[in-house]
């Protein structure tokens, strides 16, 4: 049965990606929909178009509420505001979501938390395979390495990237504190400056580079007297995350209403 694909944001860099990446993945999934914000100047524009892929009859709308009786699955990299919006309308309709979208609030979470119990949502700060295997490698790095190191989380990304730390960094975090039995929020060090103090051994620092063009860079380092081990991932195109967040949505389509993520896709 065909899985019917809206995607949000679609004139952004992920959403151009995305559009290329349900157009390769082909049947059962088929780009149903293309939204972009209210007043775009893309409106009535062809997907296919946008994306480089050449035509394929899909025009961009300027309202979710205008095709969303037209989609069986939302994928969403737009921005927190947007997407909580969004995922209250898919909720509304039976709508499954894919969340790309980073740098939510709290309060925002929760009512993600709260649409999640209506339709499947899957949220990922980082949709590619690499990086979730990264995840689960920063799990027996924690666990083996343990207290006796000291652990920071370095990410670069594009000039353009809106939020800090990115959402894959605080993720790497989340990893190595659950593992290790902290409290993200307490031992959080997000940079430093000035007279800091001698560093406490069971804060995890992040450090923030943007610049350029960098599509994301993350590395965790476990660092101890005489050796250090280094978790790195590098990410050279976006489709690594759009390819992801495809078969996320080709995997999402028909399960149980949940908060999954991509692990759970992954099976790891
Ligand atoms: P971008 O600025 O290029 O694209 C965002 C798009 O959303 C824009 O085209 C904008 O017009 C559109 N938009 C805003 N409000 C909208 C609305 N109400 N309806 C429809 N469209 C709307 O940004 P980007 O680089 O594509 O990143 C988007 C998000 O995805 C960011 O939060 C980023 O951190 C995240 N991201 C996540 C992953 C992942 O794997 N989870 C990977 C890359 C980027």
Known sequence: MTTRIG???AAGRMGR???????????????????????????????GELAGIGRNGVSVAGDLAEVVADIDVLIDFTVPEATLANVKLCAQHGVA????????????QAEIDAAAQRVPV??????????????????VAARVLGDDVDIEVY??????????????????????ADTLGRDLDKVAVYGRQGQTGARERETIGFATVRAGDIVGDHTVMFAADGERVEITH???SRMS?????????GWLAGREAKLYDMRDVLGL
């Open 122 to 139: 899957c949220k990922a700060s980082n949709f590619s395979t690499g990086v979730n295997l990264c995840f689960k490698l920063l799990e």
């Open 234 to 236: 590098k990410a050279s």
């Open 17 to 47: 990606t995305l559009i290329e990446a349900v157009n390769a993945a082909g049947a059962p999934l088929q780009l149903a929909a293309a939204i972009e914000r209210p007043g775009s100047s893309l409106i009535g524009a062809d997907a």
């Open 97 to 108: 979501v894919v969340i790309g979208t980073t740098g939510f609030s709290s309060d925002q």
């Open 241 to 249: 995350f759009a390819r992801g967040a495809v078969r996320a949505a």
């Open 155 to 176: 990410e670069a990304h594009h000039r353009h990237k809106i939020d800090a730390p990115s959402g894959t960094a605080l993720s790497m975090g989340q990893v190595v």
């Open 7 to 9: 995607i949000t944001g």
